[in-house]
């Protein structure tokens, strides 16, 4: 869902528009997003529809421009085909066959998982077929918690399948049974589904993009989503959500959303859950948790006010730097509307904050001039120009205008792309909302000076000013990058 700029030049930069178009085109992964790229002080635009679950087009290859649009018939037969793909998945199962499929599946004796084609062995000639896959004995138990069972898609382009850690889902686990919720919807929380899926209160719904899910639930359990556009892949898949909320009376809605997911795209979608969850019963309390890092709480705060940052540092079992006993500290959080004195941390690594009544890292130091505890869990020191908490051993950077390093390398601030100004992003650009103060007229940028002692020969680039300089290196680095695959190919060769 985040687009990168178009060959990676300087000076760009892409929105999202919502709400999305009926007629937008369709990929695999579901409806597509319409997106608007621009350039620095250009008023032309381009917009385009591209993949909403996918950020790298390597990835899926969906891009249609807004002014040259399919044809309605092109759309209606990409549809049709996209649809055949998934069928022919060797783990698809239609809704009218899974709930047999499910009990076949749970009852079996001598029932085998093929880790490397995610189905299970059901036929007795099928094991001859896999036998130089990896093959796991099944038993009710793992069948009940096939996280446990499949090999997790972890690239962060797309699904970014990370599960929680044993102490980061028995912490959300109690959270929603302190609560006493009627229902709980998962949105790619497959580790907090599965701790309620098997008769626990609450009755619990898995909402996932990844659609092998399907040979372990049935279709009132689990459906084929995509939390990007708010997307069932099944005709019938938003009636089971229907009847699932039938009799809902208080509703938790836990969400863990790749970090490169839009915070606009997800709160719009969220907003749609809710309003569907007071269609059905217009009493009905809803409770929102989404994980998300910390560093990103701005955005969420933007588009969600009343979800508030809890101090819980949220770890993953299968993640490369964020996991337990790991010397980096998991940056992510829960945000949630429940209030935050309602939520008891650990006592073995938290504290209660007198202050803002709520729990905090034991490490952690109130800020009297932020009136808050600062979210890094670590030693930290007010800056007066960034007004806000940074890293104790951080200094204040003129050039960069924030706070880095003592030792890093400078690029210039960020200003709006349209008037060329900093302070403000484009959305909120007095040009583009039409709110132009008196006097005031487009200029170009400044000219950022950028000190000869901040320079490196190293990474110069992020401090380029001249379109030739940025050519030159951009050839440089495509010239490096194709001999490190080259040495790469010859290692491979010479292991084999």
Not at 51 to 80: G, H
Not at 198 to 207: A, S
Not at 295 to 312: A, D
Request: proline share 6%; hydrophobic share 30%; aromatic share 8%.
């Amino acid at each position: 869902m985040h687009i990168k700029a178009e060959h990676g030049r300087e000076g760009t930069g892409v929105e999202v528009i919502l709400p999305t178009p009926a007629d937008a085109p369709h990929c695999v992964h579901g409806p597509a997003l319409l997106f608007e790229r621009f350039a620095q002080g250009d008023d032309e635009h381009k917009k385009f529809f591209a993949c909403s679950a996918y950020r790298n087009r390597k990835d899926c290859s969906l891009y249609v421009l807004l002014d040259k649009p399919w044809s309605k018939t092109k759309l209606e037969e990409r549809l049709n085909i996209f649809q055949e793909e998934r069928k022919k998945r060797k783990w698809f199962v239609s809704n009218t066959e899974r709930s047999a499929r499910v009990q076949t599946i749970r009852t079996a004796a001598n029932m085998q998982f093929c880790q490397t084609c995610s189905i299970f062995v059901v036929e007795p000639d099928e094991p001859g077929l896999h036998t130089e896959h990896t093959l796991e004995r099944t038993n009710y138990k793992s069948v009940t918690n096939p996280s446990t069972l499949m090999n997790a898609l972890t690239a962060n382009e797309g699904n970014a399948q990370y599960l929680f850690a044993l102490q980061t889902t028995d912490f959300i686990t109690k959270l929603i049974t302190e609560k006493k919720f009627s229902h709980l919807l998962c949105l790619g929380t497959p580790r907090i589904h599965e701790m309620f899926s098997t008769g626990k209160k609450p009755k619990t719904m898995l909402l996932d993009l990844d659609d092998r899910f399907i040979q372990f639930y049935p279709p009132t359990v689990f459906q084929h989503y995509n939390m990007a556009s708010n997307f069932f892949f099944e005709e019938e898949g938003e009636k089971y959500l229907r009847m699932f909320l039938k009799k809902s009376k208080k509703v938790a809605l836990v969400l863990d959303p790749p970090f490169g997911a839009l915070a606009r795209v997800i709160s719009n979608n969220i907003d749609q859950l809710k309003a569907l969850v007071k269609e059905i019963n217009p009493e009905a309390e809803i409770v929102v948790y989404w994980i998300f890092p910390h560093f990103l709480s701005k955005h969420i705060t933007e588009v969600q006010p009343t979800l508030k940052m809890c101090h819980f540092m949220v770890e993953y079992e299968n993640h490369p730097v964020f996991k337990k006993n790991n010397s980096t500290k998991s940056p992510v959080r829960i945000h949630t509307d429940q209030p935050l004195s309602e939520i008891t941390l650990p006592d073995e690594n938290y504290k209660e904050c007198e202050k803002c009544k709520s729990g905090v890292p034991k490490e952690v130091i109130h800020c009297t001039k932020c009136g808050c505890c600062p979210p890094i869990n670590r030693a930290t020191k007010h800056c007066v120009k960034c007004e806000r908490c940074v890293r104790d051993h951080y200094l204040h950077c003129d050039v960069c205008e924030g706070c880095r390093p003592s030792v890093h390398h400078c690029k210039s601030p960020s200003v709006c792309h349209r008037c060329q100004q900093p302070g403000h992003k484009r959305r909120y650009c007095p040009f583009v909302t039409g709110k132009i103060p008196s006097g005031t007229e487009k200029t170009p940028a400044a000219v950022v000076t950028i000190p000869e002692e901040k320079k490196s020969d190293g990474k110069s680039y992020f401090t380029l000013s001249t379109d030739e300089e940025k050519k030159n290196l951009r050839k440089e680095r495509k010239r490096k990058n194709k001999e490190a695959k080259i040495t790469t190919k010859k290692i491979k060769v010479a292991e084999d």
